[in-house]
């Protein structure tokens, strides 16, 4: 089992930046996907970032590429997601999750996670 707590999220204007933070609990995630989604109201949750545990290879929503940054801390068994030049189209619930490595997964899409965190709200006003 993995257990994922985010954190971080809040109220920002537009051109702001925040950081959120994963800490992950349970088991070590050297062969895991974490990956970052995001759902704002009355739409589906989309792909936003992930990265590869063990190599450290990062892929990014195209919208959010050049300003958003995944990165992990081994020591603190913590991912992270930080966001520059923020949007009011960044606006949403972000969510972490973890997947377990298999060649066959798109990780470019929810179900290939199986563990989930709680979410947290990110607001970017204009």
């Known amino acids: 089992q993995v257990q994922l707590v985010e954190s971080g999220g809040g109220l920002v204007q537009a051109g702001g930046s925040l950081r959120l933070s994963c800490a992950a609990t349970?088991?070590?995630?050297?062969?895991?996907?974490m990956g970052w989604f995001r759902q704002a109201p009355g739409k589906e949750r989309e792909f936003v970032a992930r990265?590869?545990?063990?190599?450290?290879?990062?892929y990014y929503l195209d919208s959010v590429k050049g300003r958003f940054t995944v990165s992990r801390d081994n020591a603190k068994n913590t991912v992270y997601l930080r966001m520059n030049s923020l949007k009011p189209q960044d606006t949403a619930d972000y969510y972490c999750?973890?997947?377990?490595?298999?060649?066959?997964?798109?990780?470019?899409?929810?179900?290939?996670?199986?563990?989930w965190g709680q979410g947290t709200q990110v607001t970017v006003s204009p």
């Open positions: 999750a973890a997947g377990a490595w298999s060649i066959s997964a798109n990780y470019y899409t929810a179900n290939a996670y199986g563990y």
């Open positions: 990265i590869n545990w063990g190599s450290g290879s990062t």
């Open positions: 349970g088991r070590t995630l050297s062969s895991y996907i």
